[in-house]
Each structure stands twice: as structure tokens, then as C-alpha cells.
């Protein structure tokens, strides 16, 4: 008892320090003073100046990657999580994320200590849902985004295409895309216009985006781009022909979701009835089931009979909603 309550305060002792961390800014005084030097170092014309600004310039921007070192050795891969945090469109930085999963799992390993389940299982299961919810939630995220930037792409398609009759160049029907179209399509065109801009050429610029939203859609319209340059013909019947392609693989998707609508909604209802049960049996009589919220230290792993059998049976249930789920997906 001594060992859990020595762990637990240690946990509530770092996830303070990492809320404080989190909600806590820069100084004012520090943020003031040194915006007062850049703008005295940007408008002076001497040459030590304007090495000064230099070497802040590329101090700050080193900033970034020495963060990125620091928290290396706890992702995996952090190139391709910062890519799918801003997949999200959201601002967020890869210190976040890492945050936010080391709160969730100190919160669940203390909260789970409490209730007297054994040290090593509530690390586990701390750890597994730290990871796993926020990953989650972040593909969620994606998800959304690329449907509504799915949805709305052929009517940039059609704009751009109404620019190019009317005389105006591929980089002015791209400004107007990023002006005129809200959303996640007139988003990412405003940086691929800033990316242009800065003297990215516009190939390199789309194929920024289209690495980072990872979409059929916008793949094409790149292809279809890249060789028309290359061999040249009417771009505007291009695109305007690429948008009806596009308008007919979304009404396509949209009847094979009508199609297996019945599939879905059978293995939602037959998915959530045992949970459904078991929160009604909860409420009804806790008593017949407090022996699953009860720790057993001499099962497996600290667990009792039944929890054992639950967590059994729910991995039997994710195996069959993964075989549901291959058996409705279809690629157009």
C-alpha cells in the first residue's frame, strides 16, 4: 500500500508540473524586449545588424528542431506524426500532442490506483489509452477534414476552369481558389500560393499538399497538371473534365454507402447491445456486478475470473468488427 501511494503522489506531482508547464507562457517582460530588438535590428542598416538578425533568425529556427530532438526518443517516427497533426489543420505542435497524452495517462494510472488495481495493469492500460485515444481522435480529425475538402475540391476544379476561358494564368485561378472557396480547399491553396510566393515552383508547392492530405482527388489534379506542362493542350477541358470524374467517384461512394447503410446500422446495434446491458445490470444492481470492478491479486495479472472474461470477450468483438468493417469497404 505504502508502494502504490508512493507512485500515486509521484504521478500527481508530475502532472501538475506538466499542467503548469502547459498553461504557463513566455514572459511578458522577456516577449516585449525582445520584439523591441528585432525591430530596432530591422530597421538599422549596419552590417553587424543585420549579421545580428541573421544569426536570431536562424537561432529560431533551430528552436523547432531541438524540440523535435528532445521528444524523439518518445515517438517512433516524429516526422509522420507532425505530418498528421497538420493533416488536422489545427495548430499544433508535436509538444502538445505529447502532452496531452502524458496527461491522459496519468490521470487514468491514478485514477485506477485509487480504485486498488495493481501498479503494473494500471501502467498498461494507462499507457495504451494515452496513446491510443489521442491517436484516435486525431484521425478522426483528418478524416473530417479530407471528406469536406473531398466534397468541395470539384468546385474549385470548376472555378479554376472558368478562370483559365476567361484568359487568366494558372497562378491567378489558384488565388482566387485560395479568396473565393471556404474551408479546408480555399486553406490549402492560400499555402500553395504563399509557398509559390516564397520561390517554391508550383510543383513542388502542390506536391507539398498533396503529400500531406494523402487524397486520390488532389493526386490527379497534380497529375493531370504536371502533364499537361509537360505536353502541353486546353487546361481548362482538362480540369473541367477531371471535376466531372470527381463529381461522379463521390456520387459513387455515396450510393455504396446507402448500399451497406442496413450492414452499418447491424453491427452498431449488435456492437453497442452488450454495453448497453451491462451499464443497465450496473445501474439496476451494482452488487451482482461489483465482483468485475474488483481486483483479484491472485488472478492473472491482478484480475479476477470475470474481468478476464470480459476483456476476452471484447477483443473476440473488436476481431468481428474489424472483419465487418473489410467486408463493407469498398475502393472506387
Not at 489509452?129 to 483528418?142: E, M
Not at 455515396?254 to 449488435?270: D, Q, V
Amino acid at each position: 500500500m505504502d508502494g502504490n501511494f508512493f507512485l500515486l503522489l509521484m504521478l500527481l506531482t508530475a502532472l501538475f508540473g506538466m499542467v503548469a508547464m502547459a498553461i504557463s507562457g513566455p514572459s511578458a517582460n522577456q516577449a516585449s524586449r525582445r520584439r523591441v530588438d528585432l525591430i530596432r535590428a530591422r530597421h538599422s542598416g549596419s552590417h553587424d545588424a543585420i549579421l545580428e538578425t541573421r544569426m536570431r533568425k536562424a537561432i529560431s529556427n533551430r528552436q523547432t528542431g531541438a524540440e523535435m530532438k528532445m521528444l524523439t526518443s518518445l515517438v517512433p517516427n516524429p516526422e509522420n506524426l507532425t505530418k498528421r497533426l497538420k493533416a488536422t489543420g489545427k495548430k499544433w505542435t508535436l509538444n502538445n500532442y505529447m502532452t496531452t497524452c502524458a496527461i491522459i495517462a496519468l490521470v487514468l494510472c491514478a485514477l485506477m490506483l485509487l480504485r486498488g488495481y495493481p501498479p503494473l495493469l494500471a501502467v498498461m492500460l494507462s499507457l495504451a489509452a494515452g496513446l491510443g485515444l489521442p491517436h484516435i481522435w486525431v484521425g478522426r480529425l483528418i478524416t473530417k477534414r479530407v471528406l469536406r475538402f473531398t466534397s468541395k475540391f470539384p468546385d474549385a476544379l470548376e472555378l479554376m476552369t472558368r478562370g483559365l476561358r476567361s484568359g487568366l494564368p494558372i497562378s491567378e485561378t489558384l488565388s482566387v481558389v485560395a479568396s473565393e472557396v471556404p474551408g479546408p480547399v480555399g486553406e490549402e491553396f492560400k499555402l500553395i500560393t504563399e509557398r509559390i510566393k516564397i520561390g517554391k515552383t508550383m510543383d513542388q508547392a502542390m506536391q507539398e499538399t498533396a503529400d500531406r492530405l494523402d487524397t486520390p482527388e488532389f493526386q490527379f489534379f497534380v497529375i493531370s497538371l504536371t502533364i499537361q506542362r509537360e505536353t502541353g493542350g486546353n487546361l481548362a477541358e482538362t480540369l473541367a473534365n477531371l471535376a466531372t470524374v470527381l463529381r461522379q467517384r463521390s456520387q459513387m461512394k455515396l450510393k455504396i454507402r446507402a448500399m451497406s447503410s442496413e450492414s452499418k446500422a447491424s453491427a452498431y446495434i449488435i456492437g453497442a447491445l452488450p454495453f448497453l446491458v451491462f451499464g443497465m445490470i450496473c445501474y439496476i444492481n451494482y452488487g451482482y456486478m461489483s465482483p468485475f470492478f474488483t481486483p483479484d491479486p491472485a488472478g492473472l495479472f491482478g484480475l479476477s475470473l470475470m474481468q478476464v472474461i470480459g476483456i476476452g470477450g471484447m477483443c473476440w468483438m473488436a476481431i468481428g468488427a474489424f472483419i465487418m468493417a473489410q467486408m463493407i469497404s469498398f475502393e472506387i
